[in-house]
């Protein structure tokens, strides 16, 4: 939340940076425990006839996937031979491939309802930038492959909104800089949202949909900004001086974005966290050691963060740890390159 903004954020005192020892190897719960109510066999109650059953409080366990919504990943990863886009679940488990693309298929987003990934094809690897790229969208069971509407140039950095109506995403297209659109899903209507001149890139929406925060090069400084859902109101967020900040996602609350950030272009990155608490300033930096992390997102319930990590070439995989950077664990099988990481929120229900 910005200075000109009246609400205040709350406090970061869960995005403290922490670590666990190093002697510790972190076992991941399998679940979270909520409360039901259970009914028993039989339950007399005054005033109700023999043999009636009445609803008792007695709580039993119900079981929850560790970090809410549906328990999967998806990722692109270079498991097949060439990248595709995959799910699995939060063990690693269930590795299934969702598209089969010859030019390779990378960046998955999902729509609020989990039922559909948006994702950008070609893709070649991890890359800033992709030239040719198109946007297509998904059935998570791999089926209804559907492009969306192309204009020469490229479109990469889809970004779902969470009323599932829109896609704001990066274009190269008319200028060949890198500038934020967005495209309406009932009519197929583009619209840009940066101003002429701007280079803009890397899209995240607010959870409340009328935000969205973006990486801009505005002011010089490779920072991250925050504009108004129609492009209005553009203003700087980070204060990086020197560091390169990319990659935005917002907490739960909408009161903290998680970014990347680099000392140097091809340093290694790292995590850091902002937000304005009554109305200054405060960034906080994950310090995990030389563990290069990146890209990462958080999970439905706020409390788990996805992200790409890697201990040496040319093997890069999916970790999740807390949201203070305790208990990194890794939860992708080390089959080479992997990357973009993505929580599935909760079905919803047709």
Same mark, same amino acid.
């Given at each position: 939340?910005? *200075?000109?903004?009246?609400?205040?954020?709350?406090?970061?005192?869960?995005f403290t940076p922490g670590m666990a020892p190093a002697?510790?190897?972190p076992a991941l719960a399998t679940h979270v425990p909520t409360l039901a109510t259970s009914r028993p066999a039989s339950t007399a109650i005054a005033g109700l006839p023999a043999g009636? +059953?009445?609803?008792?409080?007695? *709580?039993?366990?119900?079981?929850?996937?560790?970090?809410?919504?549906s328990g999967q990943i998806s990722f692109a990863g270079e498991i097949s031979g060439t990248i595709q886009v995959?799910?699995?679940?939060?063990?690693?488990?269930?590795?299934?491939?969702?598209?089969?693309?010859?030019?390779?298929?990378?960046q998955p987003d999902w729509s609020p309802d989990g039922a559909r990934l948006v994702f950008t094809s070609p893709c070649k690897g991890n890359k800033e930038s992709y030239p040719g790229a198109g946007l297509f969208i998904i059935n998570v069971d791999g089926t209804n492959l559907t492009p969306l509407p192309n204009v020469p140039g490229g479109d990469y950095d889809p970004a779902w909104s969470p009323d599932g109506n829109f896609i704001?995403?990066?274009?190269? =297209?008319?200028?060949? =800089? *890198? =500038?934020?659109?967005?495209i309406n899903l009932v009519d197929l209507s583009v619209e840009r949202l940066s101003q002429p001149y701007a280079i803009d890139m890397q899209p995240a929406w607010s959870p409340d949909g009328m935000r969205i925060a973006f990486v801009s090069r505005q002011e010089g400084p490779t920072d991250i900004w925050v504009m108004d859902r129609d492009g209005g109101d553009q203003q700087r967020y980070t204060q990086g001086g020197a560091m390169i900040n990319s990659h935005p996602a917002w907490s739960q609350d909408g009161n903290v974005l998680l970014f990347t950030q680099q000392e140097s272009p091809g340093g290694v990155p790292s995590l850091a966290a902002a937000s304005y608490n009554e109305g200054v300033y405060h960034e906080y930096r994950f310090e995990l050691g030389p563990i290069p992390l990146r890209e990462a997102k958080y999970s *439905?319930?706020?409390?788990?963060? +996805? +992200?790409e990590s890697w201990t040496g070439y040319p093997n890069h995989d999916i970790y999740i740890m807390s949201s203070s950077g305790?208990?990194?664990?890794?939860?992708s099988t080390p089959l080479g390159l992997e990357f973009d990481p993505c929580w599935r929120p909760a079905a919803t229900p047709k």
């Open positions: 939340m910005l *200075p000109s903004q009246t609400a205040a954020a709350n406090s970061l005192a869960a002697s510790y190897t009636a +059953v009445a609803a008792s409080l007695t *709580p039993f366990v119900t079981a929850t996937p560790v970090g809410g919504g995959w799910l699995m679940d939060l063990d690693g488990s269930n590795l299934k491939q969702l598209t089969n693309l010859a030019e390779g298929a990378c704001a995403f990066t274009s190269l =297209r008319t200028s060949g =800089r *890198p =500038r934020l659109y967005l *439905p319930d706020g409390l788990w963060l +996805v +992200v305790a208990s990194r664990t890794q939860i």
